[in-house]
């Protein structure tokens, strides 16, 4: 197995560098098709060791001593437990099916050997980061995929404001970052170790110091806060809407953005020893949801509504994080890697059979025109919804069983949240594909279902989207919650260092799940006699006023940062400029030249080119040194 391990990041590394180094002479579209099957092949590596691998075992593979320095030694090596393969089938099975889609979505672009490059190496790091044994490891990758997000949110660099958005990605990564690194220095300083498995052994010997543990976790949390945009590092996400689509699925819904999610969780013990972090963790994940799920109710850009969601569901599995449920948030990643995916894909269809357009209010009617599409997208905004019996339904009631049995608050808070979010992805869905078609003759006369290789990965998410509820099935079903034991290896060491108190009775979660399916069906059939029977329009940005204007602009967080932080820095940097670099700066340097150049001008009176003055000088010089050593 430790041969198959090695292969899984080392196939799409393969891709990238067939097709960055070899790509100009190989046939055209091959890349699309050398990007995917490298994808698959890790995917099938992947299944291989899942099939021998007990849940309880791990696979270590030291692949060399990268830094060896006394009796401190950092090996470049990988880890292979129950959690990494649940990451790694995420990221690799999905990853293909983005791979996939994207040979026809992408099909016609002059960059279309330059894109799959880049998507390989993404998967390679993304997979750097999930195999990490160590926490430099985790760091390689979490930078690797940070750097493979620029480049391709700004994939086409010739529009000025996707670069803008390519370079606002990537420095609010940076700030979360630094926090990420500080926290691996203290982790170092007060461990001696990086080694992700050694500092778990380690930790509980800390419990007395909470105010080191504390620390370590907070500055862990900035950097998955920046990672997996949570307030305030969230509004790059929305912005990287502007690479391409198959980028939004993979790396805004799928992976990268889970990054803080995975790290939380493999440092679960420490997180464990920290309740106050958690505490923060779970507040931040509350006001989150939330705050994104209101914003989602009025945008307008079918990719930007998605964006909001994912902002607000990652906000949903922070929320679990926080209290303490890890194995919960790590459901809700899946499920949402499938119905998230299947959304952003089903959205690039939609945008592909238009031509480009993104704009909802411009849609409609639909469903008969892209079939596949539309029934792929609709059953993805149902799972996404909490409607009965679908993934979402079960991964989000297992956040809210928990919810609602520690922190009644919370509880409600989430659910009104889960209510949003069923109230705009509706929205969505009914202005995009029903009643009749809004947009110009001339587009409707070309509008056509997407090619085989965007459809086929919509309707294996879609199965994927409906069934995938089924690993985590609650206990009312008198079955075993598979997820649940086989991630009991991972996330037992923390549960004995959290009380969960004694779970709520099978009838109290029933009463739950069922309130919470009756909100989502309330909130489609409200949307549906909206936007369907009455045949509403969003209304233009010109008639917006009070509250919902302030929807409709993102309550104007963008704004706030640009006045209070990007402004003053700028203005900062022309002072810096304009009066300390020529008022300081240049004044010191000018007067030294000054002083230097005066003085050269006295010392050359002293050279006037008598024979008999320098003579004189001589003996003077000759006398005084005389003197000096008979005095001394």
Not at 124 to 149: R, T
Not at 237 to 247: F, K, N
Not at 569 to 594: C, H, M, P, Y
Not at 595 to 619: E, F, H, P
Request: glycine share 10%.
């Amino acid at each position: 197995m430790t041969f198959l391990g090695l292969m899984i990041p080392l196939l799409p590394l393969l891709g990238f560098l067939v097709n960055g180094l070899l790509g100009k002479y190989l046939p055209k579209g091959s890349a699309g098709w050398i990007g995917s099957l490298s994808v698959l092949a890790s995917f099938v590596c992947v299944l291989l060791i899942f099939k021998d691998l007990q849940a309880e075992q791990a696979i270590s593979i030291d692949v060399f001593n990268w830094i060896a320095l006394g009796d401190f030694s950092i090996s470049f090596g990988l880890w292979i437990d129950a959690l990494t393969m649940i990451m790694l089938m995420v990221v690799t099975g999905v990853g293909f099916l983005i791979h996939l889609y994207s040979i026809g979505y992408m099909h016609g672009d002059e960059g279309f050997t330059r894109f799959f490059t880049y998507l390989n190496l993404f998967i390679f790091f993304m997979l750097l980061l999930v195999m990490g044994s160590n926490y430099l490891m985790m760091f390689i990758g979490w930078e690797g995929v940070g750097l493979c997000s620029y480049l391709l949110i700004g994939f086409w660099y010739k529009n000025e404001p996707f670069n803008d958005a390519a370079q606002k990605a990537f420095v609010m990564n940076r700030i979360g970052d630094l926090g990420f690194l500080l926290g691996m220095f203290f982790i170092l300083f007060h461990f001696g170790t990086l080694d992700i498995q050694t500092v778990e052994q380690l930790a509980p010997g800390l419990a007395s110091n909470g105010g080191l543990i504390m620390i370590i976790t907070l500055l862990l949390f900035i950097g998955a806060t920046g990672k997996s945009a949570q307030l305030p590092l969230y509004t790059w996400l929305p912005d990287a809407m502007a690479g391409p689509t198959p980028v939004s699925a993979l790396i805004h819904a799928a992976t990268m953005v889970t990054a803080g999610i995975y790290m939380i969780v493999r440092s679960n013990v420490l997180f464990a020893l920290a309740p106050d972090t958690l505490t923060i963790i779970l507040w931040v994940g509350v006001i989150t949801s939330l705050f994104a799920a209101i914003i989602g109710l009025k945008q307008n850009d079918i990719k930007k509504v998605l964006a909001y969601s994912t902002v607000s569901q990652l906000g949903l599995m922070f929320v679990a994080l926080g209290l303490g449920a890890f194995s919960s948030g790590i459901f809700h990643l899946v499920t949402h890697a499938f119905f998230k995916a299947l959304l952003f894909l089903g959205a690039g269809s939609v945008i592909h059979a238009l031509h480009g357009e993104q704009d909802i209010r411009k849609m409609g009617g639909l469903k008969k025109l892209i079939p596949i599409t539309y029934i792929t997208f609709i059953l993805a905004s149902l799972a996404i919804s909490g409607f009965p019996l679908l993934s979402g339904f079960f991964s989000k009631d297992e956040i809210l069983a928990h919810a609602f049995e520690q922190n009644k608050i919370v509880w409600i808070v989430v659910a009104v949240s889960s209510f949003l979010t069923a109230i705009y992805m509706f929205r969505l869905v009914f202005l995009t594909f029903f009643n009749n078609f809004r947009g110009s003759d001339e587009t409707r006369s070309h509008i056509h279902e997407s090619p085989w290789t965007m459809t086929f990965p919509l309707v294996v998410l879609c199965i994927l989207a409906v069934l995938g509820g089924l690993i985590g099935l609650p206990a009312i079903f008198h079955v075993s919650h598979w997820l649940n034991t086989y991630l009991a290896s991972v996330t037992e060491p923390s549960a004995a260092l959290i009380h969960h108190g004694d779970g709520i009775s099978h009838g109290l979660e029933i009463g739950l799940m069922c309130f919470a399916g009756l909100a989502a069906i309330v909130a489609i059939y409200l949307m549906y006699r909206k936007y369907v029977m009455q045949k509403a329009i969003p209304e233009s940005e010109e008639s917006q006023q009070g509250f919902i204007k302030a929807i409709a602009n993102k309550f104007y967080v963008d704004e706030f940062f640009e006045n209070a932080i990007v402004n003053p820095v700028f203005k900062l940097s022309e002072w810096f400029g304009t009066f300390f670099d020529k008022k300081i700066i240049d004044q010191i340097v000018n007067r030294t030249a000054t002083t230097i150049t005066s003085g050269g001008q006295a010392l050359r009176l002293s050279q006037g080119g008598n024979t008999g003055t320098y003579v004189l000088a001589m003996v003077i010089g000759i006398v005084v040194l005389f003197i000096i050593r008979l005095l001394i």
